[in-house]
């Protein structure tokens, strides 16, 4: 009964688990029918070259951070990013800033720097992730300010004092940014911050190495990075490459560079091994961006089939053990049953046999005794009643004279003869009891 039970228990959570995926498809074709859309995520897919909607976008160690130009924030799983097929779930909807993060909002770094143009960047160090939005000397007299997300509090920020139109790349590595500018060729370096590698600390960030550009190679779909040589960014295929990238950020080893009406994705060993070529593929921002109420069924549901056939097997093999298991059992409890029963029943009959043995072979010997006694006694007494005979026509034999002689002696031939075959039944009798 108990593992009836069992199979019984593991059969109602498989089907209860696959009525819940099936729920949740249903839910998921609700969600892509509906109507209700997300507009700053559809603005984003339907980017405007004129107006490019985001002010921030990178990941911190825990999430997906996108900020937009009218301070909406998207705070999304860090899996959102599906670097397999390059695309950006936008699975909930945006969150303005003054409720997302009131003391960063509400803080006078912030507030002083609103409206201007800033360069931000999603950065993170030992102690926590940052949003860093950083002021230009040139067209600013403010400094930035740094916000400490884990610990809610806005501090101080950096401000540039260099004159390049500069665009900075959060990377996913602590304390660390990519830097483009565009003069004549797009131009890559590493940032990284000075003194220390804590955001809190640091003064001052300058470029680890100098500038490199970025060129294609002859067939235009594959790129390298090679050094500039004397200040000269100069492409050993002849084809720079001339980009105009507004936003960007790494993930996962890949670069994920916003343009005009183009999202560039490539390989960031590119950067790390120069001089190396690597393919670049070029996304609409539509195919990249995935907003709630959309959902893209050869690749979702897909997924989803995928992790039922995942579940349905498992389950099915978990099944299969504990059939196997309790098969065994009770395989086991036979063997050990049918082998007591044999060993109980040889144990009776031997017990019987030798009982039965036993008494026969007393009651042999006590019959054998028996009847030996009373073939002696008689014998005795026929013994004794043929002598006491005997002596009695002996007297008439020795009255009577000669006729009697030949009466006595016959009678005791008769006598022996009776003896002998007295004694060879005692014999024979007694050998048939040995």
């Given at each position: 009964?108990?593992?009836?039970?069992?199979?019984?228990?593991?059969?109602?959570?498989?089907?209860?688990?696959?009525?819940?995926?099936?729920?949740?498809?249903?839910?998921?074709?609700?969600?892509?029918?509906?109507?209700?859309?997300?507009?700053?995520?559809?603005?984003?897919?339907?980017?405007?070259?004129?107006?490019?909607?985001?002010l921030?976008?990178?990941?911190?160690?825990?999430?997906?951070l996108?900020?937009?130009?009218d301070?909406?924030?998207?705070d999304?799983?860090?899996?959102?990013?599906?670097?397999?097929i390059?695309?950006?779930?936008?699975?909930?909807?945006?969150?303005?800033?003054?409720?997302?993060?009131p003391?960063?909002?509400?803080?006078?770094?912030?507030?002083?720097?609103?409206?201007?143009?800033?360069?931000?960047?999603?950065?993170?160090?030992?102690?926590?992730?940052?949003?860093?939005?950083?002021?230009?000397?040139?067209?600013?007299s403010?400094?930035g300010?740094?916000?400490?997300?884990?610990?809610e509090?806005?501090?101080?920020?950096?401000?540039?004092?260099?004159?390049?139109?500069?665009?900075?790349?959060?990377?996913?590595?602590?304390?660390?940014?990519?830097?483009?500018?565009s003069?004549?060729t797009?131009q890559?370096?590493?940032?990284?911050?000075?003194?220390?590698?804590?955001?809190?600390?640091v003064?001052?960030?300058?470029?680890?190495?100098?500038?490199?550009?970025?060129?294609?190679?002859?067939?235009?779909?594959k790129?390298?990075?090679?050094?500039?040589?004397?200040?000269?960014?100069?492409?050993?295929?002849?084809i720079?490459?001339?980009?105009?990238?507004?936003?960007g950020?790494?993930?996962?080893?890949?670069?994920y560079?916003?343009?005009?009406s183009?999202?560039?994705?490539?390989?960031?060993?590119?950067?790390?091994?120069?001089?190396?070529?690597?393919?670049?593929?070029?996304?609409?921002?539509?195919?990249?961006?995935?907003?709630?109420?959309?959902?893209?069924?050869?690749?979702?549901?897909?997924?989803?089939?995928?992790?039922?056939?995942?579940a349905?097997?498992?389950?099915?093999?978990?099944?299969?053990?504990?059939?196997?298991?309790?098969?065994?059992?009770?395989?086991?409890?036979?063997?050990?049953t049918?082998?007591?029963?044999?060993?109980?029943?040889?144990?009776?009959?031997?017990?019987?046999?030798?009982?039965?043995?036993?008494?026969s072979?007393?009651?042999?010997?006590?019959?054998?005794?028996?009847?030996?006694?009373?073939m002696?006694?008689?014998?005795?007494?026929?013994?004794?009643?043929?002598?006491?005979?005997?002596?009695?026509?002996?007297?008439?034999?020795?009255?009577?004279?000669?006729?009697?002689?030949?009466v006595?002696?016959?009678?005791?031939?008769?006598?022996?003869?009776?003896?002998?075959?007295?004694?060879t039944?005692?014999?024979?009798?007694?050998?048939?009891?040995?």
């Amino acid at each position: 009964m108990l593992q009836l039970w069992l199979i019984m228990s593991l059969a109602t959570l498989i089907n209860g688990i696959l009525i819940i995926l099936a729920i949740h498809i249903d839910s998921i074709q609700m969600t892509s029918n509906s109507k209700e859309r997300d507009q700053i995520c559809e603005r984003l897919r339907q980017n405007n070259s004129t107006k490019f909607s985001i002010l921030a976008v990178g990941k911190t160690k825990k999430r997906l951070l996108l900020i937009t130009m009218d301070y909406l924030v998207y705070d999304v799983p860090i899996g959102s990013i599906n670097s397999t097929i390059d695309r950006l779930y936008l699975g909930s909807k945006p969150v303005k800033l003054d409720e997302k993060y009131p003391i960063l909002y509400n803080s006078h770094h912030f507030q002083q720097i609103m409206g201007e143009t800033v360069i931000s960047l999603i950065m993170s160090d030992a102690d926590s992730d940052w949003i860093c939005l950083s002021t230009r000397k040139d067209t600013s007299s403010n400094s930035g300010c740094n916000y400490d997300i884990d610990h809610e509090e806005a501090l101080d920020g950096w401000q540039y004092f260099g004159k390049d139109s500069l665009v900075m790349i959060s990377t996913d590595q602590p304390c660390q940014y990519y830097s483009l500018r565009s003069e004549g060729t797009l131009q890559i370096n590493l940032y990284q911050c000075v003194g220390s590698d804590r955001i809190r600390e640091v003064q001052k960030i300058s470029p680890k190495f100098d500038y490199s550009a970025i060129c294609y190679d002859q067939t235009q779909t594959k790129i390298t990075v090679q050094r500039i040589v004397q200040n000269v960014a100069k492409c050993r295929s002849g084809i720079p490459v001339i980009w105009p990238v507004l936003k960007g950020f790494v993930s996962d080893g890949k670069f994920y560079l916003f343009g005009q009406s183009h999202i560039y994705i490539f390989d960031e060993n590119v950067y790390k091994q120069q001089g190396q070529s690597y393919p670049v593929e070029k996304r609409s921002y539509d195919s990249f961006f995935n907003c709630p109420g959309i959902i893209a069924p050869s690749n979702v549901f897909k997924s989803y089939f995928n992790w039922i056939i995942g579940a349905i097997i498992v389950l099915l093999a978990i099944l299969s053990i504990l059939i196997w298991c309790i098969l065994s059992i009770r395989r086991r409890r036979r063997t050990r049953t049918s082998l007591k029963r044999v060993k109980s029943g040889r144990s009776k009959v031997m017990s019987k046999q030798n009982l039965s043995k036993l008494s026969s072979t007393i009651v042999t010997k006590r019959s054998a005794k028996s009847v030996a006694s009373r073939m002696k006694s008689r014998f005795v007494r026929k013994v004794g009643s043929r002598s006491a005979l005997s002596q009695g026509s002996g007297n008439v034999t020795v009255r009577s004279g000669v006729g009697s002689k030949a009466v006595s002696n016959m009678n005791r031939k008769t006598t022996v003869s009776r003896l002998k075959r007295s004694s060879t039944r005692i014999q024979s009798n007694s050998s048939r009891f040995i």
